[in-house]
């Protein structure tokens, strides 16, 4: 007797294997579509070009003339895509007034003819940290060295140590042959800093001007230079020597820049017992620690007050460097969190060789006390509202120009069609408000509308009301903050995002989600690294996204699907899926509306991107552009194929359920695929009870293909499971219904 087994659409880790009969409970790269489960689409690279570092922000944008750019933001970079190249528009270090802070007249030293590294020196102190891109110019190199200028004139080198205010040093292009002590000059231009790759737990961009002030922190200075990694006096040794150590704890931490360093004793002006990038804080390639120069600022992160409270070390996080991208008419709008805004303009002939600046001529984003205009310094993100035009600072400063006063509560936006003016009059509709439910601003998108804000526990709508107040702020819930900054996502007027406990929408009212896989995430997650999740939408498939790291994992790792085109009154938990495939996992997403398909970005930090070519560059890792929706597997920069794997897996199931206690034998399946392109296997699993502790007997995976009409098996019990998956290059599928052959085999009491 044949015998139909259906399952209703989704995974369902939330419930009993009893009560989740029917039901998918995992699966990987697998989606639904008309209520039954396929692989995913594939993915080729965009690029024969890898990229440095590890993207945070994808932004695609059309200029008046009908040309397509994608703005992508890294922890180091600001890049262009077009036409299927890349083009580096990083703006560099500036004033608050825009001009850019050129070292000019530096020399430079050849260390050695068995190692490539240079130190450079500048007039005057060029407050470089370890990791830092600088770009060197009009290079003039002294004689003997045996290298040329056109071995670093417009190149990018990665700063590896910082010796002193004044000096640091490089890896050079070629082996010089000479040891040449100094002499030549040239001009250096210094990346603006974005910040960390990961979000990490330490002391820095958490607090001080980038959180909150810090109030009876002690602060003495290094005694001594420090070396990456290594301990000690200079780089050797099994203690750090302070100027003073009057008033520190006997056993506790410090904070030297961005890295926390723990130690155990106090002997004299020294520390004892010391150990290196305590909390994940040794960054930029570095093992155990950062390098710091002579007379570095030295903090007690043991125990000090910010924002009014007592706050260990522990819980002060750094978080990942991340932008804000959107577009004023042609010109691209981007902000470093908690940091700087910059504009490009797409319109000029030179734009793709032109550097993002606070400059840009007709956008100026620079303070200007004469004129009363500018940009404020230090902003958690922007965004721009899409009729009136108003460039919105969330999270920033209560004085322009002052980054210790940025107030995360606190919200400014410029006059309308005029991104450039701040200052609040009553011939204008400029203007400030400040947010009362929450610690933080988290976030912003732009809505059918209104304007969505998020706090770390409450959503609010900013609305255009017009004068005299512009805008209208209106709180309409609570308890709903936003876990992340990308975290949340709109689409045909409904708001979906991650909370720190739960998903939710709003579609004029704010609606809890219920979820079915909501354990699991939770469970499994880290929401102290939610500023690293990032969301996207894939109407194709009327697909939600969210990708998202585990415990122990520094990067994103997993992902969860919410598919809010396909829920019915069957699924009272909605319409979800999830995976974990690493070559799945994307830090940024963009849907398909200026380019066809959707475009994607993937990191792994074992590799070394090639874009932009960084001399002496190490740990800042790859990542690859993909276009999505585009065959059957991944396609990379080389133009290799990487089998993209897949696999859902079914609850037990009941054979015969009005009649449970009889057992049965299964003489053969019918697979029944709708699509079945290469091969696929079938593993069935047998047991006498649903309980996933019952022992169960597994019949080895079965090779399906388009010409296999049934599967002969010799089975026997009350219960089975079926896997579905494939392996192999260019496979796809999509199952239909699943039949089997079964006939009575007695009854056991």
Request: aromatic share 10%.
């Amino acid at each position: 007797m044949l015998t139909k087994i259906k399952f209703a659409p989704g995974i369902d880790k939330q419930d009993t294997a009893v009560g989740a009969e029917g039901r998918w409970v995992d699966s990987d790269n697998v989606r639904f579509r008309y209520g039954l489960p396929e692989k995913v689409g594939g993915w080729q690279s965009l690029l024969t070009d890898s990229i440095v570092g590890v993207a945070r922000k994808q932004h695609a944008f059309v200029d008046t003339e009908g040309n397509r750019y994608v703005s992508i933001g890294t922890d180091k970079f600001l890049l262009i895509y077009f036409e299927g190249q890349l083009f580096d528009i990083t703006p560099f270090r500036c004033s608050n007034a825009g001009v850019v802070d050129s070292l000019t007249s530096s020399t430079l030293a050849t260390n050695s003819t068995t190692a490539k590294t240079c130190t450079i020196t500048t007039t005057t102190d060029h407050d470089l940290s370890v990791g830092d891109i600088v770009e060197l110019s009009s290079v003039t190199l002294p004689s003997g060295t045996g290298l040329n200028g056109t071995d670093f004139e417009l190149k990018l080198f990665q700063v590896l140590s910082v010796p002193t205010p004044t000096t640091f040093t490089i890896d050079s292009l070629n082996q010089a042959t000479a040891v040449i002590s100094t002499g030549g000059s040239m001009t250096v231009k210094v990346y603006e800093t974005v910040g960390p790759a990961a979000q990490t737990y330490g002391y820095g961009y958490g607090v001080g001007n980038y959180g909150g002030n810090i109030t009876g922190a002690l602060q003495n200075d290094l005694d001594g230079a420090l070396a990456a990694d290594t301990a000690g006096n200079n780089g050797s040794g099994t203690q750090i020597r302070l100027t003073s150590t009057t008033g520190f704890p006997t056993t506790g931490t410090i904070a030297v820049g961005n890295e926390l360093i723990t130690y155990t004793n106090i002997a004299g002006n020294e520390l004892t017992g010391i150990s290196r990038g305590a909390l994940g804080t040794a960054t930029f390639g570095t093992i155990n620690g950062q390098a710091h120069s002579d007379g570095a600022v030295v903090t007690n992160a043991t125990d000090f007050t910010g924002w009014g409270n007592a706050v260990e070390a522990s819980t002060v996080t750094l978080e990942p460097g991340l932008w804000s991208l959107s577009n004023f008419g042609e010109v691209l709008v981007s902000t470093i969190a908690n940091g700087k805004t910059f504009t490009w303009n797409s319109g000029i002939t030179a734009r793709l060789t032109t550097h993002a600046s606070m400059l840009t001529s007709g956008f100026e984003t620079r303070i200007d006390a004469a004129t009363d205009s500018g940009n404020p310094t230090a902003t958690r993100t922007t965004l721009i509202s899409p009729t009136t035009r108003h460039l919105i600072h969330l999270g920033t400063e209560v004085t322009i120009g002052t980054p210790s006063s940025q107030d995360d509560m606190f919200i400014r936006f410029s006059e309308d069609e005029n991104i450039n003016k701040y200052t609040p009059q009553a011939t204008n509709t400029a203007g400030t408000q400040r947010l009362q439910d929450g610690t933080k601003i988290m976030g912003g998108l732009v809505a059918k509308e209104n304007i969505l804000i998020w706090t770390d526990n409450a959503l609010y709508t900013m609305k255009f009301v017009g004068a005299p107040v512009t805008f209208g702020f209106e709180q309409v819930g609570t308890n709903c903050g936003l876990i992340g900054k990308n975290a949340a996502i709109e689409i045909d007027g409904v708001a979906y995002w991650m909370g720190n406990n739960g998903f939710f929408s709003f579609d004029g009212t704010v609606n809890s989600l219920p979820c079915s896989v909501e354990d699991f995430v939770y469970d499994n997650a880290d929401t102290t690294k939610g500023q690293q999740i990032n969301a996207g939408i894939n109407n194709l498939f009327t697909e939600v996204v969210w990708w998202y790291p585990t415990a122990g994992s520094d990067f994103n790792n997993r992902y969860v699907v919410y598919n809010y085109g396909q829920n019915n009154a069957q699924l009272p938990m909605g319409n979800w899926y999830t995976g974990t495939n690493t070559n799945s996992i994307r830090t940024t997403w963009i849907d398909s509306l200026v380019y066809p398909k959707p475009y994607a970005t993937a990191f792994n930090s074992s590799n070394t991107g090639t874009f932009p070519q960084i001399i002496g560059e190490t740990g800042l890792g790859q990542t690859v552009l993909f276009e999505h929706e585009i065959g059957n597997d991944q396609i990379n920069p080389d133009g290799s194929t990487t089998a993209l794997t897949s696999f859902i897996q079914s609850f037990s199931f009941s054979l015969q359920p009005d009649q449970a206690e009889v057992f049965l034998a299964m003489r053969r399946f019918l697979p029944n695929f709708k699509v079945l392109v290469g091969n696929n296997q079938v593993t069935l699993s047998i047991k006498d009870f649903p309980s996933e502790d019952d022992i169960q007997t597994t019949l080895s995976p079965f090779t399906i293909t388009s010409s296999t009409l049934k599967v002969d098996t010799r089975a026997r019990g009350r219960y089975a499971n079926i896997k579905i998956e494939n392996t192999g290059v260019n496979e796809s599928w999509r199952f239909g219904t699943f039949q089997v052959d079964l006939q009575p085999d007695g009854r056991r009491g």
